[in-house]
């Protein structure tokens, strides 16, 4: 008889242990572009990578039809993809500190995607991966991809100017 | 914490199932000296907890066991299949697919002469598998709607690695209870596309490592040879 408890208690304790996935969701359809500038300490010549703040007249957006983002000052944009295409387009209108001048540069990125069940709970989710640069206005030195996993709170790119 | 639980309550029936062992004035005779390596029987289970889940709509399943004693060592086999359907919060997620794993226990009361066990042992488990899901998702851009998906992953393989203690214990003559816990890790699924493989028939949540697992069993023994 007092096996069989033992055995009862072991279903109840066996039962209370079965795995409870975790829901957190990190999956986004948006790519996080910061701005950064190489600085040189005059007196110990050490390099440093600082976030370099643009004025952005605008930015737009393939298949958006008007300007995603307008006159903003930021030293990082959180900008959409379209999770029907397979590659996407920014066209960042800057102009100088000074005002005085004013540039167009546009990137071109391509991604690929994956599907990931979370939990029963939290559902499935497309997560987008792979990410590379197609083509772009900016030079090759001038970018560079930190991440080629979009993910929520994640800088994907980082461009130098 | 609960494993900790478990594992105090498997020691103590453990201990127990030793205890009452002590007291018997007279021991069984043991023959160990020749053909202490052969099989006295073959032990053919089932999980009852596999069965139970199979009530809900949202699992469909079953696994049978195999076990067989040389000496202290058992040799096992386990083989089952395993169908969810699960809602998602925005979806379905449905699999199927067959999975055995074998190993060796070893079996910590050996002198017992009911043939209980506490045992220790270690797997290596195989799954043939599909998978399909269903779901919407809501663009970053609201502007770019919602997106439906639809994926799946005809045909995948995946294996891991287990180790395994529980009990079983002789209740009438010829019918074992047997509990056993699971350790998974390692698993490995091969075979798939843009739909990252999720469960795996035998092993469970394949992103997570390691997995819990556990059995509540059913045997009868079949004894090659009457004493």
């Known amino acids: 008889m007092t096996r069989f408890l033992l055995f009862l208690m072991m279903i109840l304790v066996g039962a209370s242990c079965f795995n409870e996935p975790d829901c957190i969701v990190t999956a986004t359809s948006s790519i996080k572009i910061d701005f950064k500038q190489t600085k040189t300490d005059k007196t110990t010549l050490l390099k440093s990578v600082v976030d370099s703040a643009l004025i952005l007249n605008y930015v737009k957006v393939t298949g958006i039809d008007t300007s995603y983002l307008k006159n903003k000052t930021t030293a990082t944009v959180t900008l959409p993809i379209n999770p029907k295409t397979n590659t996407i387009t920014y066209y960042l209108f800057r102009q100088s500190k000074s005002g005085a001048t004013s540039r167009l540069d546009s990137i071109q990125f391509s991604f690929a995607e994956e599907s990931r069940v979370i939990a029963p709970k939290c559902g499935a989710y497309t997560f987008f991966l792979d990410l590379k640069v197609v083509q772009t206005s900016f030079s090759q030195t001038q970018y560079k991809i930190t991440s080629t996993r979009l993910l929520k709170n994640t800088t994907n790119v980082q461009v130098y100017f | 914490m609960c494993r900790y639980i478990f594992s105090l309550l498997i020691l103590s029936l453990a201990w127990q199932l030793q205890a009452q062992e002590s007291p018997k004035p007279k021991k069984p005779r043991i023959d160990t000296v020749s053909n202490k390596y052969l099989p006295t029987g073959l032990r053919l289970g089932i999980d009852a907890l596999t069965l139970i889940r199979s009530k809900d709509n949202s699992f469909k399943g079953w696994e049978v066991n195999f076990d067989t004693d040389l000496y202290r060592y058992y040799v096992t086999v386990d083989y089952g299949y395993w169908a969810t359907n699960q809602l998602l919060g925005n979806g379905r997620y449905t699999n199927a697919g067959n999975y055995i794993r074998f190993g060796a226990d070893i079996n910590f009361l050996l002198k017992d002469p009911e043939k209980n066990m506490f045992f220790l042992g270690l797997r290596y488990g195989i799954s043939s598998f599909s998978e399909s899901v269903e ?90 040879k009457k004493k």
């Open chain 2, 135 to 224: 779901y919407n998702n809501k663009a970053y851009y609201p502007g770019f709607g919602t997106q439906s998906y639809y994926q799946s992953n005809g045909s995948l393989s995946g294996h891991w690695i287990e180790i395994t203690t529980g009990l079983r214990v002789k209740i009438v003559s010829g019918f074992w209870m047997g509990a056993t816990a699971r350790l998974k890790f390692a698993p490995s699924v091969s075979g798939y596309g843009n739909l990252f493989p999720y469960d795996m028939p035998g092993y469970g949540i394949v992103e997570e490592a390691p997995y819990w697992g556990f059995n509540y069993q059913l045997f009868w023994r079949l004894p090659f």
